[in-house]
């Protein structure tokens, strides 16, 4: 079993597994005649292969158990996938770089702040939505069409804070 405790989330410790959003690390600039922010193109949005198309979600998740144990992490190879919270909702992220295999030396685990949300990159390897301390609601943004765009690798995680 892989046992890790949760980093604080950081966009340069996630760079190699996806994009961190969060309005207060990224540039903006006007629009509606001044009154809006624009936080401009925030992270890779990837859609592959036959009838990509983005999808727009949302997902309601029942907190999870801390320590964290998990037996798999999947991925996506066609598409990234984003959660953002919709209520400043803490959540554990646990990803492995892209590959076949997993190395449990590269398994990283992170947990948010509320206000960050994440993008993984398609084929990072990352356990399911893992929402903290109350039932979360996020938007999700992710990629539907054709083919197989989700695999899932055996390993064994326990994550604690
Ligand atoms: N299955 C699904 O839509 N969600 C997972 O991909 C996840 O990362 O939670
Ligand atoms: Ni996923």
């Known amino acids: ?36 922010r624009r936080y401009h193109d925030l992270a890779k949005v990837e859609t592959l ?20 144990e998990l037996d798999f992490l999947e991925r996506h190879p066609l598409g990234s996938q984003a959660f953002m919270p919709l209520h400043e909702e803490r959540f554990v992220v646990v990803v492995a770089p892209p590959g076949d295999e997993i190395d449990p030396a590269e398994v990283r685990a992170f947990v948010t702040d509320g206000r960050q949300g994440v993008n993984y990159h398609a084929c990072t390897w990352h356990a399911i939505q893992s929402v903290l301390e109350r ?16 695999d899932e690798h055996p390993v064994a995680v326990r994550v604690t804070l």
Do not use: H, Y
């Open 1 to 36: 079993m892989l046992e890790l405790k949760a980093e604080p989330l950081t966009a340069e410790a996630f760079a190699l597994f996806g994009d961190v959003i969060d309005t207060r690390r990224a540039d903006w600039f006007p629009i509606n005649a001044g009154r809006t």
């Open 49 to 68: 292969g036959e009838g990509a198309r983005t999808l727009i979600s949302i997902f309601v998740s029942q907190p999870v158990e801390i320590p964290l």
């Open 135 to 150: 039932e979360g609601e996020f938007l999700v943004i992710d990629r539907g069409g054709e083919g197989n765009n989700c």
